[in-house]
T-cell receptor, first 111, second 115 residues
Framework: KQEVTQIPAALSVPEGENLVLNCSFT??????LQWFRQDPGKGLTSLLL?????REQTSGRLNASLDKSSGRSTLYIAASQPGDSATYLC??????????FGSGTKLNVKP | SAVISQKPSRDICQRGTSLTIQCQVDSQVTMMFWYRQQPGQSLTLIATANQGSEATYESGFVIDKFPISRPNLTFSTLTVSNMSPEDSSIYLCSATDGGSGTEAFFGQGTRLTVV
């Protein structure tokens, strides 16, 4: 069974810092990896989608990398802002588009 | 991208009752799913909602407790039956359009509290 782990569980940084969130998964037979953002009490907002054949994707201040063979992904956030404060979830997809989620990294960016 | 609307956004229910959550997608999609997020936990897949046939449930979830309908390519419902406080969670609807490896979109979730 696919297991997804995210480290750290929580992170507090001052505004302007660059930061890295980590995600690992046990079964490398994935179709894609997706990073989401979840604000308190809200649903999920898709941030980046990396297909299994890709190494990285970028969107604005966000960059996500994927090393499928080693079962790892990182989400890099440049020049963090207080508005980035949220929980970040990593999910990998298997057969039939079923997604397996990590437990998330709760990020707090202090003004 | 697909926009997914869920109703209700939140509810407080008495134990022993049932609640039906609706999920509407703004375009036809291939697959729809229901996830549960228990307090402080991550998301767990409940089932895949199949159009015109019975849903496919994940281990630990059964049809009697979580009946699901999907009458067409844009709409699905999840019922939480005979509720207990342990069912207090956020329930999220998700959709993908295409084969394996396509992007997943999520509704804003339904926050259920059972008292």
């Amino acid at each position: 069974k696919q297991e997804v782990t995210q480290i750290p569980a929580a992170l507090s940084v001052p505004e302007g810092e660059n930061l890295v969130l980590n995600c690992s998964f046990t079964d490398s037979a994935i179709y894609n990896l997706q990073w989401f953002r979840q604000d308190p009490g809200k649903g999920l907002t898709s941030l980046l989608l990396i297909q299994s054949s890709q190494r990285e994707q970028t969107s604005g201040r966000l960059n996500a990398s994927l090393d499928k063979s080693s079962g790892r992904s990182t989400l890099y956030i440049a020049a963090s802002q207080p508005g980035d404060s949220a929980t970040y979830l990593c999910a990998v997809s298997g057969n039939f588009n079923k997604f397996y989620f990590g437990s998330g990294t709760k990020l707090n960016v202090k003004p | 991208s697909a926009v997914i609307s869920q109703k209700p956004s939140r509810d407080i229910c008495q134990r022993g009752t049932s609640l039906t959550i609706q999920c509407q997608v703004d375009s036809q999609v291939t697959m729809m799913f229901w996830y549960r997020q228990q307090p402080g936990q991550s998301l767990t897949l409940i089932a895949t909602a199949n159009q015109g046939s019975e849903a496919t449930y994940e281990s630990g979830f059964v049809i009697d407790k979580f009946p699901i309908s999907r009458p067409n390519l844009t709409f699905s419902t999840l019922t939480v039956s005979n509720m207990s406080p342990e069912d207090s969670s956020i329930y999220l609807c998700s959709a993908t359009d295409g084969g394996s490896g396509t992007e997943a979109f999520f509704g804003q979730g339904t926050r259920l509290t059972v008292v």
